[in-house]
């Protein structure tokens, strides 16, 4: 089957930095695209950085110029850069990828098991 493992969170001071990975694995014939998404206690999830297999790009407006993502398309890996970041951004960052799997394993949507960012201030 298809996983997603999550890996870089922490506790990091305002302003510090972090870098979040993501690894697909499994029976994966292509993935179409990979993203983050980040809950709060109290608040709704919501889409942080998405990139496209071609490079396309999506950030959310509270991110834009602070937060980078990357892929490593032959890897099936995706990258957050975080920086400067804010007690805000404290939340569970749960990796997704869409994904075209082999025969026999379900195409769609695969989400990681999350990882905790904590920023201090």
């Known amino acids: 089957q298809v996983q997603l493992v999550e890996s870089g969170g922490g506790l990091v001071q305002a302003g510090g930095s972090l870098r979040l990975s993501c690894a697909a694995s499994?029976?994966?014939?292509?993935?179409?695209?990979m993203g983050w998404s980040r809950q709060a206690p109290g608040k709704q999830r919501e889409l942080v950085a998405r990139?496209?297999?071609?490079?396309?790009?999506n950030y959310a407006d509270s991110v834009k110029g602070r937060f980078a993502i990357a892929r490593d398309n032959a890897k099936n890996t995706v990258h957050l850069q975080m920086n400067s970041l804010k007690p805000e951004d404290s939340a569970v960052y749960y990796c997704?990828?869409?994904?075209?799997?082999?025969?026999?394993?379900?195409?769609?949507?695969?989400w990681g098991q999350g990882t905790q960012v904590t920023v201090s201030s």
């Open positions: 499994g029976s994966i014939f292509s993935i179409n695209s």
């Open positions: 990139i496209t297999s071609g490079g396309i790009t």
């Open positions: 997704n990828a869409r994904i075209v799997a082999v025969t026999l394993t379900p195409s769609g949507d695969y």
